[in-house]
Structure formats: C-alpha cells, structure tokens
C-alpha cells in the first residue's frame, strides 16, 4: 500500500540534549547506534532540537540533503507534535527519552543508559519497517445528512446542519414534525427566573424548519435499509408505498424514547384503579383541559406524583430517566393552575434530581403551599371507595410513614429508547441490522470522550434514544451530533480516520492470498467495518475503520498490517531490545501500553518524576486488542522473563477507546495459556493489570508487584538461547 517512491531511504537521527537529557544520558553512546544503522545518513544532537533553530536543522537536512526518514530522540510523541511534523512524505518516528527514561531514572546509571539505548533501537527499527503513508486523496463523497426522526432533537440537527451549508434529508415516520414536543401541554421555564412554565417549542421549531431551504423534509416514511459507509451510504425511504433510494453522507439517529410500560408497574397500583394513570396519559389530560378522575370524569383536585415509577429499579429499568422529577413538579404546577384555592400536589421521591436551571423550578414549587413534597419510598398503592387512591409511603423526611388520600395518581414512568422496539436503521452490515447497544438498549459507543458516536461509523445517536434526557438537552445533542456528521463527511473525503485516531492516513492492508477466512477479523472488529465476499473473504470499508488495529490481534495467519503499524515492525522492535544473560542478575520485562490511557498516564508519571524499576521496556499499541499473540510469544521466546498488558477498564463502565479491546485482550490471554505450556514457561509471566489514565501514581506499585512476582517464579530460562 505504500506509495511507490525511487527515493532510497535516507535516515537522519536527532538527539535532544536539553530538559536534562544531556546530564543524565550517555548521549555517545546513543550517536553510534544511530551512526550504525545501515540507512544513517546523518545523526545530530542539539540542546534545544524543538527550538525554531533546532527544527532548522532538521528541516535543512530534509530539504538539502534528501533526508526522507526522520528519529528524533527527544520528549514524548505526545508533545511537540506540531513543532515536528515534516509533511506525508517523510516517515518520522519519536524515541521517548524525556518522560520514559531521563525523568523517572537515575541519571549516569548503567541500566538507565541500556533503557535509552534499547529505545534508540525500537525507534530505529520501527522506522525502518514503516513505509510513507499514501496521501491523501481526496475521493467524491455525498454532502447530504439523513436525520431520522423529527422531535426536538431531530429538528435541531437538521437546522443546524442546514445553517452550517448542508443539504438535510430530515425523515419522521408521523404525517406531522413534533415527535414528543407534539404531546406536551407546557414545557419547563427556559427563560429567567426560571419559575414559569412556556409555552412548548413546537411551533417555532418547525417554522425554523420550513424557513430552511436546505432542509427536505419526508413525513409519514421509514428507513428501509441503509447500506455502504461514511460519506457513501445510500439510504432506502419508504414513503407512501414506494421506495426512495438516496445517497447520503452521514446519518443523525434522532428516534427518541418511549414511556416505559405503566402495565407492568402493578405493584404501584397500575391496573387496579383507573385513578392510577401515567405521566404521559396527565400531560393529555392537561392539554385537553380537563385534569379529572377517570372514573367518574370529576375535575381532580388532589393529586399524588410517585416518582421513580420503574426507573432506578432492577426489576424493571435499573437507570435514572432523568427528566421525570422536573416533569412531576411540571404536572404539579398544573395541578395548581386549574385550582389555584383547593388544588393539592403531593409529590413522593427518591432523590429529587434538577440539575442545572431546573433548579430554581424546584425550588419554586418548594415554596407554593399547594404542592407537598416529601422524599419517602412509596410502598403501597389501593384504592379507596370507588373514586379515591391512597398513597403510603416510608423512610420520609419526617420519619415514619406517610398516607395521604386524592383523586388521582400519577406514576412517572421512565424511558426506555426507540431502538429497543425495532431495527430503525436496517443495516446491511455484516455484523447486523441494529446498532450495538449497552444491556438497556441505548446505542453504545464511548460516552465519555465521544458523545454522540456510535459503534458504526459516521452514524451518531443524539438525543433520548442515546441517553435519558430533557428537551434542553435534547436541543444540544441535535446540535452536536450534527456537527459529528458533517465532521465525518470531511474526514471521509480526505480518506482519513475519525475519532480516536483522527487524522490517521493508514488503513489495514489485508494479505488475502494467505487468508483462511477464519472470520475473526470481521467478527470481533468493534465497529463493524469488515463485510464479507462471497467466499467468506474479508472486504474494508475504509470509511468505517478506526485504525484500531484489532483485526491485526485477531488475525492468527498475521496477514492484517498498517503502512506504520505491522505484525513484524512490532516484533523486530521487541527483537531490538538487548536481553542480559541470566548470570547477569538482571531481569527484563515488557510492558505493552494502551496509547490512549495506559501510555499517557506513564508520561504522566515522568512529568511528576515518578521512579520505577527500570528493568522493564514499554510497547505502544494502538489498543490491547491490537495485541497479536505471536508478539507474546515472541517476547518469552526471547527472554523475556514477564510481559505487562497495561489498557483500560472494560466490562459494563468500559473505558476503552475502541470499545471492546481491553474485553478482547483478556479473552486472548486465556487462550496464551497454551502457548505458554508449550513453551514450559508458567502463566504468571503474562498479566493483563487494569490502569486507567486517573491512576498514573500508581504506576511504581504496579510494576513493583509485578517484577516481585517474577523474581519468586525466576529468571526465563529461555534467556541466551
């Protein structure tokens, strides 16, 4: 894959002697490994190499002498990225030996010195076993965003994408825009002090909507089918009995929630009294008019809200719906409005949960002497006579329990997402139709540094159907998640990574001549980016791949590899490392790093001059599950008397990057344990340690432990041969 250049290969080497480096390192011994290597053309120190004079002295070696290969040995690959970026057409490699030797080492120390010098090495050989990148070619992509589903959120994507210069194709399966904004008599205060409820956003919304020519807006029609990737999908519409196939850049997931099944909360009385009714069933009655008793159709003046009615409860959804408390205390202030002298609001909570301006809502309502509040758990709903509802509940504010008597109950139900109910998006993507979800159906993807990505690339989830939420907040997620969508159209015009390794050029080259169709790169790729051939051969979609690298560890025939990322540049790299002899005394370990978390977090730890047993060499990878078996392998064969896989948290509260690959990296261990019998080596010398960025500080405990550990098993007695 890589470019065809009649360059030879030309390696200039430069070292950095500032920030301490020059003090702590033998920095001669460092130049003659880099005047060694067989493509050195040149090897240069300087005292200041990220200086504008330093950077010129690169740059003239570039420009002057044909230098096309550039190691600089300096600070982290994490700095300075700016100061040291030489164009497409120079392959450059960084030799951390700031943070990861100079800083958190004794300087002028024997083993401190065989660190650099082995990191001089993996620099070297990685570079050498890179190739330049492709450029960048720009590739004809559609412009267009499809938005589905027309509520709150779905409405805010599309006008801001519009805004932004796009085209929108903005579908809603009802014959009217509105979705839930549709179905509301007033909406929470949006405006200062925040004590009055507003008129709901529908009207001007869709006026906003109609002003916007850029918007095409299809109402009473469904996605079908959604096929190919970012910047290339091609959506199938069905609209009044007939299909519509258009070309799309990138797609907004706007579909919203539901109301969680009130049938199912009898325990709160659902079912046994027709007094007992659901949040969504109040609010109709609000807007009609008419808050009365369902069954004898009186006005209702007393009024119980139960809060958490299905949220927050293992039996039924075990998350917070977030917005129920603000609507009970909405539907409270309704309660008031149609009888301000004798109408009455008794409203029963968990936790009483209005962040932001809602806040003063609440606060509002704390002080109307119509609307009880009490934090209590209700523990029985029944009926009284033929028209009233009791309502008791224990562990109050005031101590024991509580009973009060009214008209009408009202069960705040929760929400549960669009896409438990059907596929929406009908994808043909080898993987499946729907998109991956966490166990409460949610789109996942990583909520943290990535809101509104999903696990499918250039399809983003915004508003309920992504997280609980209020129609605040759905308006910023329609927002963002558009500008995500017009994000991946760019990026896949220029062919090149989204997040979290945005900017990337490479993509993996697969060596089918050797492929045995095994399946397990398409099977446990996190994004699905992988389809399949008729003969079961894996195909890439380039806009789809997040350069994880996972397909690489998957692949037992190692025919997956990057341009700057390849099965046997990692191993050559692990081969470049001196091994001492066992009558030495010296141990080595090796240590592979997460580069999102793992990496940076031992940067970290240099920057806070953190000290640590210096007998053990870091590996970056791209994510644990990029790890490839033969590397372990090839480790222990060599010598090497422990391996470290140091990534992220996974299972449920996950932290990965890339989803699955710490999940995928302890899987593989497992399956280590054969080779390692094969080997007659024990299986303590391989350890997957679960260490978060937040965690840097304990990195010197960890590698203690470890180093501890191997020191009671012994030395590797595969060492010297």
């Given amino acids: 894959m890589a470019n065809d250049t009649a360059a030879e290969p030309k390696l200039g080497t430069y070292i950095c002697t500032g920030c301490g480096l020059g003090d702590a390192l ?52 994490r700095v300075n990225q700016d100061v040291f ?20 080492h004794t300087p002028n120390d024997e083993e401190t010195d065989a660190l650099a010098q082995d990191y001089l090495r993996m620099g070297l050989v990685k570079n050498s076993k890179s190739s330049i990148p492709e450029s960048s070619v720009t590739q004809e992509v559609y412009d267009t965003l499809l ?36 179905t509301l008599h007033r909406q929470l205060p949006q405006r200062q002090p925040y004590a009055e409820l507003s008129e709901p956003d529908l009207a001007r919304k869709e006026g906003e ?90 006005p209702a003046t007393s009024v119980a809200f139960v809060l958490c ?12 719906s977030s917005s129920c408390c603000a609507t009970s ?59 009233q509802v009791s309502v008791t509940a224990e562990e109050t504010l005031l101590g024991g329990p509580i009973t009060v008597e009214v008209d009408l109950v009202v069960l705040a139900t929760g929400i549960v997402p669009s896409t438990l109910e059907n596929d929406i998006l009908a994808l043909e993507y080898r993987q499946g139709a729907a998109l991956p979800d966490l166990k409460y159906g949610f789109p996942d993807s990583h909520f943290i540094c990535f809101p509104y990505e999903t696990r499918r690339t250039g399809i983003f989830a915004a508003g309920t159907v992504r997280a609980p ?27 090149i990574a989204a997040l979290p390794r945005a900017m990337d050029p490479t993509y993996p080259d697969f060596g089918l001549d050797r492929c045995t169709a095994c399946k397990r790169c398409t099977e446990e790729c996190p994004f699905g980016t992988l389809n399949e051939d008729e003969k079961g051969f894996p195909q890439l979609n380039i806009n789809r791949c997040r350069r994880c690298g996972i397909c690489m560890g998957a692949c037992p025939e190692r025919v997956i590899n990057f341009q700057n990322y390849s099965i046997d540049g990692t191993s050559s790299q692990i081969r470049a490392i001196d091994i001492p002899s066992e009558d030495s005394g010296k141990l080595r370990f090796l240590a592979f790093m997460c580069e999102n978390d793992a990496y940076p977090a ?20 791209r994510c644990l599950g990029a790890i490839n078996q033969v590397w372990i392998a090839d480790s222990l064969s060599g010598g090497f008397d422990g391996v470290m896989l140091l990534g992220c948290k996974h299972g449920d509260n996950y932290q990965c990057h890339m989803i699955r690959g710490s999940e995928l990296a302890v899987e593989r261990l497992g399956k280590i344990q054969e080779t390692l019998d094969r080997l007659g080596l024990e299986a303590e010398r391989v350890q997957y340690i679960e260490f978060p960025i937040s965690e840097y500080q304990r990195f010197p405990e960890i590698v203690k432990g470890f180093v501890k550990h191997i020191n009671k098993i012994g030395p590797n007695p595969f060492k010297g041969f």
């Fill in 209 to 298: 909507v109609k002003a916007q020519p850029n918007i095409e807006v299809m109402t009473s029609s469904e996605v079908v089918k959604i096929s190919g990737q970012p910047g290339l999908f091609t959506a199938l519409v069905k609209r009044d009995g007939d299909e519509v196939a258009m070309q799309v850049g990138s797609v907004v997931l706007a579909t919203g929630a539901s109301s969680y099944d009130a049938a199912k909360l009898d325990h709160l009385g659902f079912g046994a009294s027709p007094n007992v009714v659901s949040s969504d069933t109040f609010e109709a009655m609000a807007k009609s008019g008419k808050i009365v008793r369902p069954s004898d159709g009186r």
């Fill in 602 to 621: 031992i940067d970290m730890a240099g920057v806070k001059r953190l000290q640590y047993d210096v007998q053990v060499r870091f590996v970056p990878v």
């Fill in 147 to 182: 938005v589905i589903g027309a509520g709150a959120t779905g409405m805010q994507a599309a006008i801001e994408a519009a805004k932004a210069g796009h085209k929108v194709v903005l579908v809603e399966k009802e014959a009217e825009l509105g979705g839930y904004l549709r």
């Fill in 329 to 387: 205390l909405k539907q409270a202030a309704y309660v008031r409005e149609a009888d301000p002298v004798n109408g009455r609001a008794f409203v029963f909570y968990r936790d009483m949960r209005t962040p932001g301006h809602q806040e003063y809502f609440y606060k509002a309502m704390q002080e109307d002497e119509g609307v009880f509040l009490t934090k209590g758990n209700v523990t029985e709903v029944k009926p009284v006579g033929a028209n």
């Fill in 85 to 104: 970026a030489f164009g497409d057409d120079v392959v450059l490699d960084r030799v951390n030996l700031r943070e990861q030797v100079a800083w958190c």
């Fill in 309 to 320: 009615a299905g949220s927050r409860d293992p039996d039924h959804l075990p998350y917070c």
């Fill in 469 to 495: 939420m209020d129609i605040a907040n759905a308006y910023i997620d329609g927002g963002g998640a558009a500008m995500k969508a017009i994000q991946a159209i760019e990026y896949a015009r220029t062919g």
């Fill in 26 to 77: 033998d920095i001669e011994a460092l130049e003659k490994i880099a005047n060694g290597d067989p493509k050195s053309s040149t090897c240069k120190t300087n005292a200041f190499l990220c200086s504008d004079e330093g950077v010129k002295v690169i740059r003239d070696d570039i420009d002057g002498e044909g230098v096309n290969r550039v190691v600089i040995a300096a600070c982290s690959g």
